[in-house]
C-alpha cells in the first residue's frame, strides 16, 4: 500500500460490501422501475455525452446499487452486457434484507416484477421473495425472522429434502 493510499478513506457506504454493478438496456426506465417497485432512491447519475447513462447509484433498503446502460459501456470496453442481451439468463442474484418482503413483493408485482417465488417462511429463518426485474435481473428480498444454528439449518434442510 503507497502512502496516497494509506491516507484516502474508503467512503462508508462502500466500506463493508462488495457492491454489484448491473448493466440494463435502459437505466433511466429501470431506475424508475426501482422507484417503484422497491422504493429505491436514486443517489446520483452520470450522463453519456452520447445519450443514456454512463453510471448511476440507488440505494435500495439500506444497500446500494450501481448500475448504467450497456450499450454505453460496451462501445468502451466491449465486455458489459444486460441479461436480455444474453438470452434472459444471468449468473448474479441481487440479495436485499427488508423490514416487510410481503409488502416489497406486492408493490414490485404491481410496478411489473415477475413473481418466482412469492413471500415464504424458509428453512434458514428469514421469509424470502424471488423475483425478476424487467431488465432481467433475480432479486431476492428477505425479511429476517430468526437466528438459525448451522446445526439447526443442515436439521431443517436435510428434513425438507
Known amino acids: 500500500m503507497t502512502e496516497r493510499t494509506a491516507q484516502i478513506e474508503i467512503p462508508a457506504r462502500y466500506r463493508y460490501a462488495v457492491i454489484p454493478h448491473i448493466m440494463v438496456e435502459d437505466a433511466a426506465a429501470a431506475i424508475a422501475f426501482y422507484e417503484r417497485a422497491f422504493g429505491a432512491r436514486e443517489d ?36 458489459f452486457a444486460a441479461p436480455t442481451s444474453l438470452g434472459g439468463g444471468t449468473s448474479v442474484t441481487l440479495h436485499v434484507f427488508v423490514p416487510d418482503v410481503d409488502g416489497l413483493a406486492e408493490r414490485a408485482r404491481a410496478a411489473g416484477a415477475e413473481i418466482l417465488q412469492p413471500p415464504t417462511d424458509m428453512f434458514h429463518g428469514d421469509r424470502t421473495a424471488i423475483l425478476r426485474d424487467p431488465s432481467g435481473h ?24
Do not use: K, Q, Y
Open 44 to 79: 446520483f447519475r452520470i450522463d453519456a455525452p452520447g445519450g443514456g447513462i454512463l453510471h448511476a447509484e440507488i440505494t435500495v433498503g439500506r444497500s446500494v446499487l450501481m448500475l448504467g446502460d450497456a450499450g454505453v459501456n460496451e462501445a468502451e470496453t466491449g465486455s
Open 138 to 161: 433475480m432479486w431476492v428480498f428477505l425479511t429476517h425472522g430468526e437466528d438459525v444454528s448451522d446445526e439447526e439449518l443442515r436439521h431443517r434442510l436435510a428434513a425438507a429434502g
